[in-house]
């Protein structure tokens, strides 16, 4: 059963695709056999976006990463979440032809997330969403009126909470990059350990945007728009909790280290 968490979004957006449904050509799923889901994906194959060459700084803290839950490192000074969102700063919604996009108002205050192991309140600007063609691949949650690239559509009052769990005090937190060019290396990574759930049926809408637009001859599913996993290289990833009850601080492992 899906998970009540995601049914408000899922609701609002469906509700804002009808009218586009009737008007655009579906595009159906593509099924996924053994060796498309077993085999790597090109992401140069998906989109113009990863086919320049890529100055990646440094290079050491890309994004994403496997979390080796066993290895990760319980921090007790990482504070709790705290965050405050107003639906109402909610602006648009648009697909930028790589993924879609919902876009805040973060001229002000009024939308924010603070604590954990920030040093600062950052305001929501905007989310957006990975997914794969596969049910194993990937994972997101969103909708346009219309289906095809570059489309913006008015999207107000959604309050993005929704999608978060109903912990979230637990979670693993890494220094690393955006996923997608210019893979700048100035993301500070918070990954909730409880999960939210969407249905084969939410994915099935998910996979029916397309990486083109609506005049081009050729229309593309957007399906697997997310980066395959980055080295960890020296890296560490710290929990809020402690995992399978081993208690493990900061100060011990950097002892074990040298």
């Known amino acids: 059963m899906v998970n009540s968490v995601i049914r408000p979004l899922v609701s609002q957006l469906q509700r804002q695709l009808v009218r586009a449904a009737k008007s655009h050509r579906s595009t159906s799923v593509r099924r996924c056999n053994l060796t498309a889901c077993s085999s790597k994906f090109v992401l140069s194959q998906t989109h113009p976006m ?6 990646i700084p440094g290079g050491d803290r890309q994004s994403p990463i496997d979390i080796a839950v066993r290895k990760s490192v319980f921090d007790s000074k990482l504070k709790p979440l705290v965050t405050n969102y107003d639906p109402k700063t909610c602006q648009q919604i648009w697909n930028n032809g790589y993924s879609f996009l919902v876009e ?3 001229t002000t205050d009024k939308s924010t997330l603070k604590g954990g192991p920030l040093q600062d309140n950052f305001r929501l600007c905007q989310f957006h969403f990975h997914w794969g063609e596969c049910n194993s691949w990937g994972l997101s949650t969103l909708w346009t009126e219309d289906c095809s690239q570059q489309s913006v559509v008015e999207f107000t009052k959604f309050d993005p ?6 912990n979230i005090d637990d979670y693993w937190t890494y220094h690393g990059s955006l996923t997608t060019p210019p ?6 990574w918070i990954v909730m350990k409880q999960h939210i759930e969407v249905s084969h049926d939410q994915l099935a809408v998910f996979r029916s945007l397309l990486f083109t637009s609506a005049e081009e001859e050729v229309q593309k599913s957007m399906v697997n728009n997310f980066r395959e996993t ?20 900061l100060d011990e492992v950097k002892e074990h280290s040298h």
């Open 50 to 55: 990863w086919q320049e060459p890529l100055a």
């Open 104 to 106: 805040y108002d973060d």
């Open 161 to 166: 909470a929704c999608l978060l769990p109903s």
């Open 183 to 188: 893979l700048t290396e100035s993301v500070t």
């Open 230 to 249: 980055q080295p960890l290289r020296g890296r560490t990833v710290r929990s809020s909790f402690t995992p399978f009850l081993k208690d493990s601080t």
